[in-house]
């Protein structure tokens, strides 16, 4: 193994999230792009912090998502880059994102559990949809007759939404703040 002097892995690193496509965490990069060299997860999830510090409160940030890491545009900024993309993400209906944040916060759950707390019926689109983003998985099966199939969300969700854990959904005592997580997915993707 050949040793690596610490501007070059921090040069490596920086290069290695910038062209990711999608987060890496220390243990993946250090089995990665660093394979071939002398570093301990230690010090790689140093440098880590140290590039994370580096890029706050610049255009581009290094944020911590799903066990990973990923540069992405500051959220502030937004609204004005969006004009670089002349497509425009689809808008989620009321309904979908109802289904959704239930399976975020429920799950595993079923989709009778999701019409019965909704009140209404979950529609086959609403579900195909949420599997076709992959924000949502079929998990397993519950042991009741029918076997209905029980939901979660995925680390995509995660990634799509910026939340390095299902912790760090708010509290759903917060209703500004799930209004202000759904609103912002009815509306556009985040620029990454």
């Given at each position: ?184 997915a009815a509306t556009a993707d985040p620029v990454h």
């Amino acid at each position: 193994m050949s040793r690596i002097n610490d501007a070059q892995l921090k040069q490596l690193i920086e290069a290695a999230l910038f062209v990711a496509d999608a987060p890496q965490s220390a243990k993946a990069l250090r089995q990665g792009v660093l394979a071939a060299f002398q570093v301990t997860l230690g010090r790689v999830n140093e440098v880590l912090d140290e590039l994370e510090a580096d890029y706050a409160g610049r255009g581009i940030n290094l944020v911590r998502v799903a066990g990973g890491y990923r540069f992405q545009s500051n959220a502030d900024l937004s609204d004005h880059l969006s004009a670089l993309w002349q497509e425009r993400a689809p808008r989620y209906s009321r309904a979908l994102l109802e289904t959704l944040a239930l399976i975020a916060y429920r799950q595993p759950i079923t989709r009778g559990q999701i019409e019965k707390i909704r009140g209404v019926a979950v529609s086959s689109n609403i579900i195909r949809t949420l599997m076709e983003r992959d924000w949502v998985k079929v998990v397993g099966h519950k042991e009741v007759p029918g076997r209905p199939a029980l939901y979660a969300t995925t680390d995509a969700f995660l990634h799509y939404f910026c939340l390095g854990s299902l912790s760090d959904l708010p509290p759903l005592s917060d209703e500004g703040a799930i209004e202000a997580l759904l609103s912002g997915a009815a509306t556009a993707d985040p620029v990454h």
